[in-house]
């Protein structure tokens, strides 16, 4: 038994509702499934829901884009999160408004490299979650100036390619403040191994609980260097499949996290529930 704790729906880049993906988990017979979203905990509460239905644990989680400021892009995992906590659905909203903003002048600068998109059309294949670049690359398919969302990025929308315009920058102590704020868990998603001891020490003290260790960027090595850095600083692991689409990436399932891990990840989750 395993759990996948990253998952994307509908509620931000993946192609899947969340109650197909808590179906698809009992399918494949995982024991958990967490859907992180970016930016949204919309998918939430019906994957919660379904999972109630079918008798499958489903952890609430979110995935919160960040900058350092050394200006690298990181993502900090949110476990256990109360969806309904106010402060952390205020922040959340604003940077899903300032993506909205920002798809306006992605737009505009595919329009100087005569890519022509309808902003409304994109912002209807994103619904009303959180609107991305694969949603543009979903557009740019439709339209046929690419063949698949990949391409886009590596023609159009990656950063250095005409298209990219950067996110708004939340810092990761705050995205780590943010989570402990609505009683979760903040754990450092597909964290590089370059430099990872130097750089671990400050988030660890700004509330960071682990590091996900099983994640199909990171190489059969890189998972045992992981594992040895997070037993020397009793931090927690987790892992996942990052599944966002059927037929592109990895499979919901493909990467897991094992038992114990998800047991020590459930007990803080608990130690922290009976403190408040
Ligand atoms: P955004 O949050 O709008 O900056 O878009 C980032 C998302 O784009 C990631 O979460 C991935 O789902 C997707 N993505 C990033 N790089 C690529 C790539 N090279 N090919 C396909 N999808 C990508
Ligand atoms: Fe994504
Ligand atoms: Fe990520
Ligand atoms: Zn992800």
Redesign the pocket.
């Known amino acids: 038994m395993a759990a996948d704790l990253h998952i994307?729906s509908t509620a931000s880049?993946g192609c899947s509702h969340p109650v197909q993906l808590v179906d698809l988990a009992n399918s494949r017979g995982l024991s958990a499934l967490a859907i992180t979203d970016?930016?949204t905990t919309q998918g939430v509460l019906p994957a919660v829901a379904r999972g109630q239905e079918i008798g499958l644990l489903v952890l609430p989680g979110v995935e919160i884009?960040c900058e350092d400021d050394a200006g690298r892009e990181m993502h900090i995992l949110g476990y256990g999160i109360d969806p309904n906590h106010q402060g952390l659905a205020d922040r959340l909203t604003a940077l899903r408004d300032s993506?909205r903003r920002?798809l306006e002048q992605i737009v505009q600068r595919l329009r100087s490299v005569n890519i022509h998109l309808s902003l409304d059309r994109i912002q209807a294949i994103a619904g009303d979650g959180s609107?991305?670049?694969?949603h543009v690359?979903d557009a740019m398919v439709e339209r046929g100036y690419v063949n698949n969302?990949?391409q886009?990025?590596?023609g159009y929308?990656?950063k250095g390619r005409p298209g990219y315009v950067p996110?708004e920058k939340t810092s990761p102590s705050a995205a780590i403040a943010l989570i402990a704020s609505a009683a979760g868990v903040a754990i450092w998603a597909h964290p590089e191994c370059s430099g990872l001891a130097d750089r671990l020490p400050s988030l660890v003290h700004s509330g960071l609980a682990g590091i996900e260790v099983w994640h199909p960027d990171h190489s059969e090595q890189q998972v045992c260097q992981l594992l040895q850095l997070a037993r020397l600083q009793q931090l927690l692991v987790t892992g996942g499949s990052?599944f966002?689409c059927t037929g592109?990436?990895s499979p919901l399932g493909s990467y897991v996290t094992p038992d114990w891990a998800v047991q020590n990840l459930l007990q803080v989750l608990s130690d922290r529930g009976s403190q408040s």
């Open positions: 994307h880049d970016h930016d884009s993506r920002r609107v991305g670049r694969p690359a969302r990949v886009a990025f590596q929308l990656a996110r990052d966002h592109s990436g």
